[in-house]
């Protein structure tokens, strides 16, 4: 049993190019989300679904694209790389809508935009 | 609305204890604790509901106060290994949204 799988695990883009960063599931969760972490902070919230074909927005979307079209894959793609974006991403997955149920996060994608 | 904890930062000898605090100015629904070691993804503790459960993992517990909109890790007799920054994560409601994380709370215990 994987969890929750994410690549790569390292990435160095220039200003203005495209990539996709993959996170993949094998636990049949509902829920999952991006996340990105900046040094000594917290964690934010970029966007999330709660199951295929159903994404929303979280606190900082801008610049990020993501769609669902399978229970186990939630990419992430940023659409023109900006030197901003250099943080750590995660993704995460729970089960379902209830509260008791633990969120899971992926090993993580140190990304650097220069 | 992230939840705040506190302190920032606590440094500790083997043995000792330390209390970290979240608090949010939302009613909250549940609060989740993770440790995150440098470099790698956070790791789960424990889940507390609505209700002032409290929920204890080996020498690491934690309380939540609904009331106060407030939920404190404690840690008793520091271990090398509890070192890492901690996070709370919280829910508003049962509606399922992802979790709003603190901005975590450094540990650093000292031989």
């Known amino acids: 049993n994987a969890g929750v799988t994410q690549t790569p695990k390292f990435q160095v883009l220039k200003t203005g190019q495209s990539m996709t960063l993959q996170c993949a599931q094998d636990m049949n969760h509902e829920y999952m989300s991006w996340y990105r972490q900046d040094p000594g902070m917290g964690l934010r919230l970029i966007h999330y679904?709660?199951?295929?074909?159903?994404?929303d927005q979280g606190e900082v979307p801008n610049g990020y694209n993501v769609s669902r079209s399978t229970t186990e894959d939630f990419p992430l793609r940023l659409l023109s790389a900006a030197p901003s974006q250099t943080s750590v991403y995660f993704c995460a997955s729970r089960k379902s809508r209830v509260a008791k149920n633990i969120q899971y996060f992926g090993a993580g994608t140190r990304l650097s935009v220069l | 609305q992230q939840p705040v904890q506190s302190p920032q930062a606590v440094i500790l000898r083997e043995g000792e204890d330390a209390v970290i605090n979240c608090s949010s100015s939302k009613a909250l629904y549940s609060v989740h604790w993770y440790r995150q070691k440098h470099g790698e993804a956070p790791v789960f503790l424990m889940i507390l509901l609505k209700g002032g459960e409290q929920k204890g993992h080996e020498k690491i517990s934690a309380s939540f106060n609904e009331k106060k909109q407030q939920s404190s890790l404690y840690l008793t007799a520091s271990q090398l290994s509890y070192s890492g920054t901690y996070f709370c994560g919280t829910e508003i409601n049962n509606a399922g949204n992802m979790l709003t994380f603190g901005g975590g709370t450094r540990l650093m215990v000292k031989p």
């Open positions: 679904s709660v199951g295929a074909g159903i994404t």
